[in-house]
């Protein structure tokens, strides 16, 4: 359904399929009690989790290891005033389980940075939202 101001609701199924599309994301957590966020590639697992790869003693995984976080990916036409955006909100948490981790190491993401001590966070797709713009006013 598109509404008045040009923006439609995407269901789970569609949110997740876009998501698959992204190359890259924020991560949207608190750091030092304020807001923050970073950009990282991910991929997203069979279950609709989001999953990144980073380096064991990030500042990142310090600060989102077991607590809930936001992921958000988008994709914008500034041309056509079109565009969508994503939001994944749940729990993350590090892969711990060895098993998980040599999937993870065939089928997950893979850091852009060289990284000796790799490990995967897995951010449950507890709410999955999502918006797209339809180009409502786009002119010339």
């Given at each position: 359904?598109?509404?008045s101001d040009g923006f439609r609701a995407l269901d789970r199924q569609e949110c997740l399929r876009l998501l698959g599309k992204a190359p890259v994301?924020?991560?949207?957590?608190?750091r030092q009690a304020l807001p923050a966020v970073l950009p990282v590639n991910f991929s997203l697992d069979a279950d609709g989790s989001v999953v990144l790869c980073t380096s064991a003693g990030s500042d990142l995984v310090r600060a989102v290891d077991g607590v809930v976080v936001a992921f958000?990916?988008?994709?914008?036409?500034?041309?056509?005033r079109s565009g969508w955006s994503v939001v994944?909100?749940?729990r993350a948490a590090v892969v711990t389980d060895p098993v998980e981790h040599e999937r993870l190491m065939r089928t997950g993401p893979r850091s852009w940075m060289p990284l000796r001590d790799g490990v995967f966070v897995r951010i449950e797709s507890e709410m999955v939202?999502?918006?797209e713009l339809t180009g409502v006013g786009a002119g010339p």
């Open positions: 359904m598109i509404h994301g924020r991560v949207v957590y608190t958000e990916a988008d994709d914008f036409h500034a041309g056509r994944v909100t749940g939202t999502g918006r």
